[in-house]
């Protein structure tokens, strides 16, 4: 079983839907990151957070420590919105302090 | 502005030929990351750093070597490259910029060996 669990691996919407994707982990971090990748590779952060909720414009995410589960929500989806999100766990303290770990990833398509 | 940059973006290379990919910040964060990327698969660590002078193998093992004589610099070295090294490689780095902890991600290295 890997540390870091992605629901779904696919997921296909029609533009304006509400989405969440999910993230449950095994083990102790010190904070979860969510991030982007679209087609060419790069990543962007789109989060990091250790507790409790963020939101960025028509991104919200929420963690919650005792459950060790994420979730990442869009509002009003859009077509732009469409790449691999990724959660990451960053392990907490000792000599893995720092090192990302990650899901597999969840291919979000969202269509016109 | 803070930042990371990796070059070059795109590599195409023979086999047995020796390639750097270079890797900045500009954040003055002090640990940075390689992670490797096979197409479809997860991202897994391969090197990391966590200053100057500090250098550790990843959770994936790799021929590549990384050195860090300056903070700000991190790059990855193929001494003599294979096609079982064509992958994308990505750069982190991690740590507080003014006040603020972060972690950031560089565009990437997409690397192919014929």
């Known amino acids: 079983k890997n540390e870091v669990e992605q629901s779904p691996q696919n997921l296909t919407a029609q533009e304006g839907e509400f989405i969440t994707i999910n993230c449950s982990y095994s083990v102790g971090i010190s904070a979860l990151h969510w991030l982007q990748q679209h087609p060419g590779g790069g990543i962007v952060s789109l989060f990091m957070?250790?507790?409790g909720k963020k939101k960025h414009g028509r991104l919200i995410a929420t963690i919650n420590i005792q459950e060790k589960h994420s979730s990442l929500h869009i509002t009003a989806s859009h077509p732009r919105d469409s790449a691999v999100y990724i959660c990451a766990v960053q392990n907490a303290g000792g000599t893995s302090y720092g090192k990302l770990t990650f899901g597999q990833g969840t291919i979000l398509t969202v269509h016109p | 502005e803070a930042d990371i940059y990796q070059t070059p973006r795109y590599l195409v290379i023979g086999t047995g030929k020796k390639i750097t990919l270079e890797c900045s910040q500009t954040?003055?964060?002090?640990?940075m990351y390689w992670y490797q990327q096979d197409p479809g698969m997860e991202l897994h660590l391969i090197h990391y750093s966590y200053g100057v002078n500090s250098t550790e193998k990843g959770d994936l093992s790799s021929e590549s070597t990384v050195s860090r004589i300056r903070t700000e610099h991190f790059p990855l070295t193929l001494e003599s490259a294979r096609p079982s090294h064509t992958s994308q490689y990505l750069c982190a780095s991690s740590g507080s910029h003014r006040g603020q902890p972060g972690y950031t991600f560089g565009s990437g290295t997409r690397l192919t060996v014929v």
């Open positions: 957070l250790s507790s």
């Open positions: 954040m003055g964060h002090d640990k």
